[in-house]
């Protein structure tokens, strides 16, 4: 008995390595790497690109994203007066991942790196969603050369002292369950999520076709669900180490953030990021969740446009 049990295992071991490499070789046909690679610390960076001239923007994607979070919602606001480069953080899209990338000063010399090769001599203004403003900000800390404004969208930037992360993010990211674990991610993940759209977009609707526009598909892929799951179980330690360091930050930052996002506590965050970035701008979204860029995109881009005035006035 004990033989037919381990070897039904087995087979149903074998059987989701082997969805989970057709699921793989599918969703990156879907969604490839159409963007440009660019090797930084040993590690090729993928950046997504509209615009040819103006002034540089980069944006930075959230958890659970990629580079196309932007690339049909913000970017094309911004692409007939601007460059706008989207990068995929370590792991996610089609970017490498390094082996202390769940650390933000790593992430934040990925994107820094890949600005220097890409707009050489250039500073930016630093778009950040969720996640994506964490890494921001340590940009912001360990490049201030290279950051010329800072548009934070719902951003995580403080340690929150626990509670809210997802169980399934622990088993992934487990060095033991976790390869197993994520093998059996493209099974159950794609359904789950398309499912769990609507909360994250709450209290505005999802826009049509933003799983497949946004290439959600691609977070299944076990690597990287892994690189997600170990981005997000160690935000906390990573925010608790640069939180002090914020008032450091002296380029014109302004923060997105809705009242009734759902995802994060924005008293949490920008209510104490506030005090501490000298001249910080808060705008209030009273109806406003997690989404900012989508429900708000084109006041997201006109200040961006603002931002980006303001360096052509001063000749900066």
Not at 4 to 30: D, E, F, P, T, W
Not at 111 to 134: D, Q
Request: proline share 6%; glycine share 12%.
């Amino acid at each position: 008995m004990l033989t037919i049990v381990i070897g039904i295992l087995i087979v149903g071991g074998l059987g989701a390595c082997v969805n989970s490499a057709l699921y793989a070789s599918r969703i990156n046909k879907q969604h490839p790497a159409s963007g440009t690679l660019v090797e930084v610390n040993g590690a090729d960076v993928h950046v997504l690109q509209q615009g040819d001239s103006g002034p540089v923007v980069v944006m930075i994607h959230g958890a659970s994203a990629n580079a196309r979070e932007f690339d049909w919602s913000l970017a094309p606001r911004l692409a007939d007066s601007h460059r706008v480069l989207m990068v995929d953080r370590p792991g996610h899209g089609h970017s490498e991942r390094l082996a202390d990338a769940d650390e933000l000063a790593v992430q934040a010399a990925q994107v820094a790196g890949a600005l220097k090769t890409l707009a050489p001599g250039e500073k930016a203004v630093i778009v950040g969603h969720s996640f994506g403003g964490a890494v921001s900000l340590r940009l912001a800390l360990d490049h201030p050369e290279l950051v010329d404004g800072l548009v934070l969208l719902a951003p995580v930037s403080h340690d929150w002292g626990g509670g809210g992360e997802a169980w399934y993010n622990k088993y992934a990211s487990h060095p033991v369950m976790g390869p197993a674990f994520t093998q059996l991610v493209p099974i159950v993940g794609p359904s789950q999520v398309r499912n769990g759209i609507t909360n994250v977009f709450s209290p505005k609707p999802a826009p049509d076709a933003y799983f497949d526009n946004s290439g959600i598909g691609l977070l299944f892929r076990p690597s990287n669900f892994a690189a997600n799951a170990k981005d997000v179980n160690g935000l906390r330690e990573q925010l608790a180490a640069q939180q002090s360091r914020y008032d450091e930050i002296k380029v014109p930052t302004v923060v997105f953030s809705g009242a009734l996002d759902t995802v994060i506590s924005p008293p949490l965050h920008v209510g104490k990021l506030k005090h501490q970035v000298d001249g910080l701008e808060l705008v209030k979204l009273a109806d406003g969740g997690h989404m900012p860029h989508h429900a708000f995109g084109d006041d997201v881009a006109e200040t961006i446009r603002r931002l980006t005035r303001g360096q052509s006035e001063t000749g900066d």
